[in-house]
């Protein structure tokens, strides 16, 4: 397990220095997206490793049970609903409906949502995939409520974890779980494949307790339209649509985004960051304070026990 590596002052080396008022340029990223080492030791098929090393996702379908999904939809409604959550300050709403839009830090407020982090089929792969012991980053309920959900702007997370939270390196990926359906009409997750190969430098400077706005609409860490132009061209748009219990699993730095939701369905997805232990958050790449533990897991880093999901298929 490679340590990140530090400099002679024993500080950590910004490669992909963004927001620090450069214009928007393209960075090649000298980071692999697949660390495995042994094809063959995959808990998938070599076909999906390579499709993920080459497009930067993979969509594995019914990967959990009608069973698993009904308790993952009944936690998704009780989270919604409780009191304390939505009094907590943690919880984010929609900029004009005031709906949940999102509920982070459920690995840990939800004893469901902690096992499904710990299950096999999550963190298994994850582990796998960035060849070291893993912890989550980041969790949360994207709820993308009917009627009203308003859209995620393009961006790549690692841009801002790196910026923000200080993640030194690309060795951190999402596994999206699809909670209802995500269909071509409500707000499914827009991505550009091989997109995760170009590090997007953005332009402008992070304000200060940028979190509050950018997880209701994200303005900074987002592409110029000749870098987002020019990756869509090359790489095209996929939708990533899912019934429920589905897996959208994807690399830190590919581009993505989704539109607003004005089906009456929700589209609403549990989303779990893995980050490779050697990759552990150190200060921030910008000149704000780090953002708080329920975005970004600082103080509380803890490898994952994976456990074998006694997944009760019925
Ligand atoms: O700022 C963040 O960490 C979050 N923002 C987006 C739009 N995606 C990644 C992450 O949830
Ligand atoms: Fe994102």
New binding site residues.
């Given amino acids: 397990m490679s340590l990140t590596e530090r400099d002679q002052n024993n500080t950590v080396q910004d490669h992909y220095r963004s927001r620090s008022g450069l214009k928007a340029h393209f960075i090649d990223r000298t980071d692999p997206v697949v660390y495995a080492a042994e094809p063959t030791a995959a808990p998938i098929s070599e076909k999906l490793v390579q499709q993920y090393d080459e497009q930067g996702f993979i969509i594995l379908e019914d990967l959990f049970s009608a069973r698993e999904v009904a308790g993952f939809q009944q936690e998704l409604d009780r989270l919604r609903h409780d009191e304390e959550i939505k009094a907590s300050g943690e919880t984010i709403t929609e900029p004009d409906s005031g709906d949940v839009r999102?509920i982070f830090r459920i690995h840990e407020i939800s004893p469901l949502f902690k096992k499904l982090a710990a299950d096999a089929r999550l963190a298994g792969l994850a582990q796998y995939l960035l060849d070291d012991q893993v912890y989550i980053h980041?969790s949360?309920l994207n709820y993308k409520p009917g009627f009203r959900g308003k859209e995620?702007y393009w961006?790549s997370?690692f841009e801002?974890?790196h910026v923000?939270?200080g993640m030194p390196a690309m060795r951190a990926l999402?596994m999206s779980i699809t909670l209802t359906a995500n269909d071509e009409s409500n707000g499914p997750l827009l991505l550009i494949p091989g997109s995760q190969r170009k590090y997007v430098v953005c332009e402008g400077h992070t304000p200060a307790e940028h979190?509050r706005s950018?997880?209701k609409k994200?303005e900074y860490g987002v592409p110029s339209d000749e870098c987002l132009s020019h990756l869509a061209e090359q790489g095209g748009i996929v939708t990533a649509t899912g019934k429920p219990g589905s897996v959208i699993l994807f690399d830190c730095n590919i581009m993505h985004g989704s539109n607003g939701n004005i089906t009456p369905f929700p589209r609403s997805n549990a989303?779990f960051?893995y980050n490779a232990l050697s990759n552990r958050v150190v200060d921030p790449f910008c000149d704000q304070a780090p953002r708080p533990e329920y975005?970004?897991t600082r103080r509380q880093i803890k490898p994952l026990t994976v456990q074998q999901s006694g997944n009760n298929h019925g």
């Fill in positions: 999102s980041q949360r995620f961006h997370d801002t974890w923000e939270d999402s979190f950018s997880l994200q989303f960051v975005i970004c």
